[in-house]
């Protein structure tokens, strides 16, 4: 059976605001991460910032953006497209985070910008998720609409190289409802290896790494792993905190 490693992704959004700050927190962070071995440690900064990584010669590190363009090149004024990430050393990209969807993109922008990434051997980070948890569980469905439109034209081999992450809108961001428990992610991974079994087979599922994301820290992340079963965590407020983003890390390991 293949070895899943799991993942801990920092998604740094529109932070932070010079060049001189972003190398000082990805030089604490490389720094605290030497002994990782079986970890991934993936960081997403805005595109500006994208040069972090430079020469530093890590594998326990990857670059991943935010976001990518789903066309190929031409006249997309102020677009990037998957190509140029992957140029530069770019291995994962961000696609469906609810902060664009909450800017437009639909699950068929998000379906394109997931099929650009594949086409450029590059691995998406699907992220999915409801904005509330209603109690006649529509929320089940808006979930896997979301994942069925997602991928459209899919195949198996690709979808293996795909992370899916459960980001519930409720648990993102300073001013999040609450966390979610261990036990809500693992209801959710369950139902999406479901999906994906339905739609692939139960190879496929068990293959696909699923993550959690929202106001992961070090005091929760640790339940995430145990005890939801989750493959990896996307953190976003303490990725920016090098202290707390390396704690993660060691307790994901
Ligand atoms: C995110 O927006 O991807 C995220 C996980 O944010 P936070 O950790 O700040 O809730």
């Known amino acids: 059976m293949k070895v899943i490693n799991k993942l801990v992704i920092a998604n740094w959004k529109m932070n932070p605001q010079s060049k001189k700050e972003a190398e000082i927190i990805f030089k604490n962070i490389f720094n605290n991460l030497k002994n990782i071995k079986k970890t991934e440690v993936i960081i997403c900064p805005p595109f500006p910032f994208l040069f972090v990584k430079g020469k530093v010669k890590t594998k326990n590190i990857k670059l991943g953006s935010q976001d990518v363009f789903y066309e190929k090149e031409g006249s997309y004024t102020g677009e ?7 140029d530069f050393s770019v291995e994962y990209v ?9 800017i437009g993109d639909t699950n068929e922008i998000v379906n394109k910008k997931i099929l650009a990434i594949l086409k450029s051997k590059m691995n998406p980070i699907f992220c999915v998720g409801e904005s509330v948890r209603d109690t006649n569980g529509f929320y089940l469905s808006f979930i896997k609409q979301q994942i ?3 991928l459209v034209n899919v195949n198996k081999p690709q979808v293996k190289n795909m992370v899916i992450a459960y980001e519930p809108i409720w648990a993102i961001g300073s001013s999040a409802d ?5 036990a809500e992610f693992t209801e959710i991974r369950i139902f999406i290896k479901k999906i994906i079994t339905d739609l692939y087979d139960v190879k496929t599922a068990n293959e696909v790494r699923i993550i959690y994301g929202g106001s992961v820290n070090p005091l929760n992340a640790e339940s995430f792993i145990k005890e939801g079963r989750a493959d990896g965590l996307l953190v976003g407020r303490d990725s920016l905190n090098p202290k707390k983003f390396s704690a993660i890390i060691n307790l994901v390991k």
């Open 148 to 150: 069925i439109e997602g």
């Open 80 to 86: 990037v497209s998957a190509s140029m990430l992957r």
């Open 178 to 182: 609450r966390e979610a428990t261990p």
């Open 94 to 102: 961000l696609v469906g985070h609810s902060e664009r969807r909450a």
